[in-house]
């Protein structure tokens, strides 16, 4: 029986009515209306699972030629099933096994059954399309081309410039990938490896998830790479990706995984999927990303000498806790990213505190200060600004990092240490493989302290000035600066 992974339906209860398009009305792009990208995600179907498959040449300047096949359930009766998708050219597309009309409206793609399909049915819609790393004019792609092949970086809404989908979390699916290349690279995707297929001239790899994914969080490399393999706690297997050549000289950081993911179980409770490991990528993007159990890294983090050790290992652990707090727990819509972002963000400060002697309440002092221009650059952590066009990264700011890791400190210091770390682990335990929202999380603590604590949150979550600091009746925050001369 397919997987059928819960979903935001309130969401969908405002748009759906949007995608019962007359028969003869003209395609329009749609959307389920998300405050920060109300172009992405789609109305009326709920994904199941996804099948990628994608054949590299050789070359990360070529586009790959690619087929995505969508098993879906219609959740309202359809005319017209709205994909997402803007950046590869389309050579054909079927629906349930036959050939099926289409085109493209805004980012797009638009299917046209013979017969509306009933809501509460079953379909499948395959694509046939190329799937191009080069980015288009203006935007930022989902692919990252690295000096041996590539890699994928979809956050926040670049994965439909790589395949078709339902591009926004609230719509998680399960995952199989296929990557064919020439021999002599390797490629590696999330989940687990399921087969390996060696011709004379190629070999093609399958991987697939165990549990249910944001098509924001897939992961495909294709390098001259080596794959090195390890176990973690439990007997999880773990497997880093790194440049062939770079093997020995990254392994002590490496080595580093197993305790960490060890020390994480301390806090929230067991690893939440099948397999975990990192991906140190010789490019620069300027970010570090929690793809679903392969998190991707630079690799100058580990062999640039002005980074101390303890910030590197850090941030390692900052992509990790993403696999509980983003990845097994989705954001509802992408104005709650705060609970991505702010638990990341505590668990990096926390680790540098237990282990290099790096004091949290210095760090959370420091971040109060700044917090009231976070707000005013940003917008407050759980109600960001919208990101400029094309610009994925947009909405990663200050005040959805540190600033959301102050709104856990100020809950921290409100309701106790033993209250917040049972609500640390509920949180994870209660909504794991699925979607939650701010006001669940709210809703949560709550229940948790034994107090409403809605009038607490609310100022910490949308007030333009950061709330006085409970325990901590001296922390101000940094008076504005001066304005420049206009003289």
Same mark, same amino acid.
Request: proline share 9%.
């Given at each position: 029986?397919?997987?059928?992974?819960?979903?935001?339906?309130?969401?969908?209860?405002?748009?759906?009515?949007?995608?019962?398009?007359?028969?003869?009305?003209?395609?329009?792009?749609?959307?389920?209306?998300?405050?920060?990208?109300? =172009? +992405?995600?789609? $109305? *009326?179907? #709920?994904?199941?699972?996804?099948?990628?498959? &994608? /054949?590299?040449?050789? %070359?990360?300047?070529?586009?790959?030629?690619?087929?995505?096949?969508?098993?879906?359930?219609?959740?309202?009766?359809?005319?017209?099933?709205?994909?997402?998708?803007?950046?590869?050219?389309?050579?054909?597309?079927?629906?349930?096994?036959?050939?099926?009309?289409?085109?493209?409206?805004?980012?797009?793609?638009?299917?046209?059954?013979?017969?509306?399909?009933?809501?509460?049915?079953?379909?499948?819609?395959?694509?046939?399309?190329?799937?191009?790393?080069?980015?288009?004019?203006?935007?930022?792609?989902?692919?990252?081309?690295?000096?041996?092949?590539?890699?994928?970086?979809?956050?926040?809404?670049?994965? =439909? +410039?790589?395949? $078709? *989908?339902? #591009?926004?979390?609230?719509?998680?699916?399960? &995952? /199989?990938?296929?990557? %064919?290349?020439?021999?002599?690279?390797?490629?590696?995707?999330?989940?687990?490896?399921?087969?390996?297929?060696?011709?004379?001239?190629?070999?093609?790899?399958?991987?697939?998830?165990?549990?249910?994914?944001?098509?924001?969080?897939?992961?495909?490399?294709?390098?001259?790479?080596?794959?090195?393999?390890?176990?973690?706690?439990?007997?999880?297997?773990?497997?880093?990706?790194?440049?062939?050549?770079?093997?020995?000289?990254?392994?002590?950081?490496?080595?580093?995984?197993?305790?960490?993911?060890?020390?994480?179980?301390?806090?929230?409770?067991?690893?939440?999927?099948?397999?975990?490991?990192?991906?140190?990528?010789?490019?620069?993007? *300027?970010?570090?990303?929690?793809?679903?159990?392969?998190?991707?890294?630079?690799?100058?983090?580990?062999?640039?000498?002005?980074?101390?050790?303890?910030?590197?290992?850090?941030?390692?652990?900052?992509?990790?806790?993403?696999?509980?707090?983003?990845?097994?727990?989705?954001?509802?819509?992408?104005?709650?990213?705060?609970?991505?972002?702010?638990?990341?963000?505590?668990?990096?400060?926390?680790?540098?505190?237990?282990?290099?002697?790096?004091?949290?309440?210095?760090?959370?002092?420091?971040?109060?200060?700044?917090?009231?221009?976070?707000?005013?650059?940003?917008?407050?952590?759980?109600?960001?600004?919208?990101?400029?066009?094309?610009?994925?990264?947009?909405?990663?700011?200050?005040?959805?990092?540190?600033?959301?890791?102050?709104?856990?400190?100020?809950?921290?210091?409100?309701?106790?240490?033993?209250?917040?770390?049972?609500?640390?682990?509920?949180?994870?335990?209660?909504?794991?493989?699925?979607?939650?929202?701010?006001?669940?999380?709210?809703?949560?603590?709550?229940?948790?302290?034994?107090?409403?604590?809605?009038?607490?949150?609310?100022?910490?979550?949308?007030?333009?000035?950061?709330?006085?600091?409970?325990?901590?009746?001296?922390?101000?925050?940094?008076?504005?600066?001066?304005?420049?001369?206009?003289?």
């Amino acid at each position: 029986m397919p997987h059928i992974p819960r979903k935001a339906t309130a969401l969908l209860a405002s748009a759906v009515t949007v995608c019962l398009v007359a028969a003869g009305a003209p395609a329009e792009p749609l959307g389920i209306g998300d405050r920060l990208f109300p =172009h +992405l995600g789609n $109305p *009326g179907y #709920d994904v199941a699972s996804y099948d990628l498959s &994608f /054949t590299y040449s050789g %070359t990360n300047t070529e586009p790959l030629r690619a087929v995505t096949t969508i098993d879906a359930w219609t959740t309202a009766e359809l005319d017209r099933v709205n994909l997402d998708f803007a950046h590869g050219e389309i050579d054909s597309v079927e629906l349930d096994g036959e050939p099926a009309a289409f085109t493209t409206a805004g980012e797009d793609l638009v299917v046209t059954p013979d017969d509306p399909l009933p809501s509460g049915s079953w379909m499948r819609v395959t694509v046939r399309h190329t799937s191009d790393p080069t980015p288009p004019e203006g935007r930022e792609t989902g692919w990252v081309r690295t000096a041996d092949g590539l890699a994928m970086a979809n956050q926040a809404d670049a994965a =439909h +410039l790589v395949f $078709p *989908g339902n #591009d926004h979390p609230f719509d998680k699916a399960m &995952f /199989t990938i296929r990557v %064919t290349a020439p021999n002599g690279y390797t490629a590696v995707a999330n989940g687990l490896a399921t087969d390996v297929d060696r011709k004379r001239a190629a070999t093609t790899w399958t991987y697939r998830t165990r549990h249910p994914m944001a098509t924001e969080l897939a992961q495909v490399s294709i390098g001259r790479s080596a794959v090195v393999r390890r176990t973690g706690p439990h007997g999880l297997p773990l497997r880093d990706v790194v440049p062939g050549r770079d093997r020995e000289s990254l392994e002590p950081w490496l080595a580093k995984t197993p305790d960490q993911i060890s020390w994480m179980e301390t806090k929230v409770g067991r690893y939440p999927f099948e397999t975990y490991g990192v991906l140190m990528a010789d490019v620069s993007t *300027g970010f570090e990303l929690e793809t679903q159990t392969l998190s991707l890294f630079e690799k100058g983090l580990f062999t640039e000498p002005a980074y101390p050790a303890w910030y590197v290992e850090s941030i390692m652990v900052h992509e990790l806790a993403h696999q509980w707090f983003g990845n097994s727990v989705s954001p509802r819509t992408w104005s709650d990213l705060w609970l991505n972002e702010g638990h990341a963000t505590w668990y990096e400060a926390l680790y540098a505190e237990e282990k290099a002697d790096r004091p949290l309440a210095a760090r959370m002092k420091a971040a109060y200060g700044a917090s009231d221009r976070w707000r005013a650059a940003g917008g407050p952590p759980a109600a960001p600004k919208v990101p400029e066009p094309g610009r994925k990264i947009g909405i990663f700011r200050p005040n959805v990092y540190d600033g959301a890791a102050l709104v856990l400190y100020a809950l921290r210091q409100e309701i106790g240490r033993p209250s917040f770390e049972r609500l640390e682990r509920a949180w994870v335990t209660r909504h794991r493989d699925g979607v939650a929202s701010t006001d669940e999380f709210v809703a949560l603590a709550s229940e948790i302290s034994g107090r409403d604590l809605t009038a607490f949150f609310h100022p910490w979550l949308y007030g333009e000035k950061t709330p006085p600091m409970p325990g901590h009746p001296d922390w101000k925050p940094a008076a504005p600066a001066p304005a420049a001369s206009t003289g």
